[in-house]
C-alpha cells in the first residue's frame, strides 16, 4: 500500500507540473490553482507513504521517477527538444533510483 500512495503522489506531481507550465506564470487561474492542489495532494501522498518508506527511498523514487516522467511529458506534449545527451542522463536518474531502491533494506 505504500508504494501505491508513493506512485499516486509521483502522478499527481506530474499533473501539478503541466498544470504549472500550463498556467503560464501564474497568469492563468485555473491551471494555476490546479497545480497548487496537485502538488498539495502529492505532498499529501507523499507523507503517507513515507509513515512506511525510509525517507531517502521515499523522496528519491517521487522525485527521480517524476524527472523521468516529466521528461517524457515534455517531448510528447510541449516538443521539447531531446537529445542523446539528455536522454543519456535521464536513465542515469532512473538508474540510480533503482538502484537506490534495490540497495536499501526489503520492506523499506
Same mark, same amino acid.
Given at each position: 500500500?505504500?508504494?501505491?500512495?508513493?506512485?499516486?503522489?509521483?502522478?499527481?506531481?506530474?499533473?501539478?507540473?503541466?498544470?504549472?507550465?500550463?498556467?503560464?506564470?501564474?497568469?492563468?487561474?485555473?491551471?494555476?490553482?490546479?497545480? *497548487?492542489?496537485?502538488? #498539495? !495532494?502529492?505532498? &499529501?501522498?507523499?507523507? =503517507?507513504?513515507?509513515? $512506511?518508506?525510509?525517507?531517502?527511498? %521515499?523522496?528519491?523514487?517521487?522525485?527521480? *521517477?517524476?524527472?523521468? #516522467? !516529466?521528461?517524457? &511529458?515534455?517531448?510528447? =506534449?510541449?516538443?521539447? $527538444?531531446?537529445?542523446?545527451?539528455? %536522454?543519456?542522463?535521464?536513465?542515469?536518474?532512473?538508474?540510480?533510483?533503482?538502484?537506490?531502491?534495490?540497495?536499501?533494506?526489503?520492506?523499506?
Amino acid at each position: 500500500m505504500p508504494w501505491m500512495l508513493l506512485f499516486i503522489a509521483i502522478i499527481l506531481e506530474v499533473f501539478g507540473t503541466v498544470l504549472l507550465k500550463m498556467a503560464d506564470g501564474f497568469t492563468r487561474w485555473l491551471p494555476a490553482t490546479g497545480a *497548487v492542489a496537485a502538488y #498539495a !495532494l502529492s505532498l &499529501v501522498f507523499c507523507a =503517507l507513504a513515507m509513515r $512506511h518508506i525510509d525517507v531517502t527511498v %521515499a523522496y528519491v523514487v517521487w522525485a527521480g *521517477v517524476g524527472t523521468v #516522467a !516529466l521528461a517524457v &511529458v515534455g517531448v510528447t =506534449l510541449f516538443h521539447e $527538444h531531446f537529445s542523446t545527451a539528455k %536522454a543519456g542522463l535521464i536513465l542515469v536518474i532512473l538508474a540510480a533510483t533503482v538502484g537506490l531502491v534495490l540497495a536499501s533494506p526489503a520492506g523499506h
